[in-house]
């Protein structure tokens, strides 16, 4: 028998035992892996999910509305709200891409989906940013989830791209003549002009 046939004579009875132990190292290894370690939770995280009822995290809501105008809702989580009534969410966000490139930006600690409705509710400290230079306060935002239709029924404070703004309520929507978006402040509004915003 020359040197090339002891040598499959050879590997044909090493090949078949490497490949029995690399199949028996792999039932030992996955034997001793606790599947309570992989959770994708942390400690006492569990516990308050389960007592907590269903959650979704990180969900979103897109859409666009007739003239063209990109609508974006996120969230941490929600929850399904009390009476089976829409989601009540944390970390709540929204983004309206107007037309002509400007874009609307809303932030606040929790919210509610109220799809039925139509309606998105932020609440809390919200915030309101236009890339036109609004940079807006207040305690609870409206926006409807298929239209260009965002109310503060409350006060709203900030700054405006020529000085300090105030005013007991304010709505964007789209301007009945022009078909463009506009903002609209009533309700006692008060502007402080200052020239050093109008120089940024």
Avoid: C, H, W
């Avoid at 400690?43 to 666009?64: A, H, Y």
């Avoid at 809702?73 to 309206?96: K, L, N, W, Y």
């Avoid at 791209?161 to 978006?181: F, K, S, V, W, Y």
Wanted: charged share 20%; hydrophobic share 40%; proline share 6%.
């Amino acid at each position: 028998m020359d040197r090339y046939s002891r040598l499959v004579a050879f590997l044909k009875v090493v090949l078949p035992l490497a490949a029995l132990a690399l199949l028996s190292s792999l039932f030992l290894l996955s034997r001793s892996v606790d599947p309570t370690d992989t959770l994708p939770y942390g400690d006492g995280q569990l516990p308050d999910r389960l007592r907590g009822g269903q959650v979704m995290t990180e969900p979103f809501f897109s859409g666009q509305t007739d003239q063209g105008e990109e609508i974006l809702f996120t969230a941490d989580a929600v929850r399904p709200g009390e009476g089976g009534e829409g989601a009540s969410a944390t970390a709540m966000r929204g983004q309206i891409a107007l037309q002509g490139g400007n874009v609307v930006a809303m932030m606040s600690d929790s919210g509610q989906f109220l799809p039925e409705s139509d309606l998105a509710t932020l609440s809390g400290d919200v915030e309101f940013n236009t890339s036109s230079g609004y940079q807006l306060r207040s305690e609870e935002l409206r926006s409807s989830l298929s239209g260009l239709a965002v109310e503060s029924p409350g006060a709203v404070r900030g700054s405006a791209p020529i000085g300090n703004l105030q005013a007991g309520r304010m709505e964007l929507r789209r301007d009945p003549g022009t078909g463009q978006a506009q903002l609209l402040f009533t309700n006692g509004v008060k502007l402080v002009y200052d020239p050093k915003t109008v120089e940024r």
